[in-house]
């Protein structure tokens, strides 16, 4: 299975980007999934995590009530929707499935996304 994330891009403070991770190749084994940031000179954060069936979701405190994650099987792709950003959200993102019977990490190349004060 591959993940390609897009939507990343620069915006200003308080704005609004979605991102979005496509996921082709062998989906049907796909589990959970999630979206994790980089920021320059610290370790990767988990952001948000989603379910298969996407009936449960769990996030960051950092994040909580400003981004909302979904995913549409039909379509093999998981959303974060980012709301009231701010500069501290700068970071590289990526999205990591889980995949097969053994839940073998699956990620995708990242995408950046830069807020502005």
């Known amino acids: 299975v591959q993940l390609v994330e897009s939507g990343g891009g620069l915006v200003q403070a308080g704005g609004s980007l979605r991102l979005s991770c496509a996921a082709s190749?062998?989906?049907?084994?796909?589990?959970?999934m999630g979206w994790y940031r980089q920021a320059p000179g610290k370790q990767r954060e988990l952001v948000a995590a989603?379910?298969?069936?996407?009936?449960?979701?769990n996030y960051a405190d950092s994040v909580k009530g400003r981004f909302t994650i979904s995913r549409d099987n039909a379509k093999n792709t998981m959303y974060l929707q980012m709301d009231s950003l701010k500069p501290e959200d700068t970071a590289v993102y990526y999205c990591?499935?889980?995949?097969?019977?053994?839940?073998?990490?699956?990620w995708g190349q990242g995408t950046l996304v830069t807020v502005s004060s």
């Open positions: 190749g062998s989906t049907f084994s796909i589990n959970a």
């Open positions: 989603i379910t298969s069936g996407g009936g449960s979701t």
């Open positions: 990591k499935a889980e995949w097969g019977s053994l839940g073998l990490e699956v």
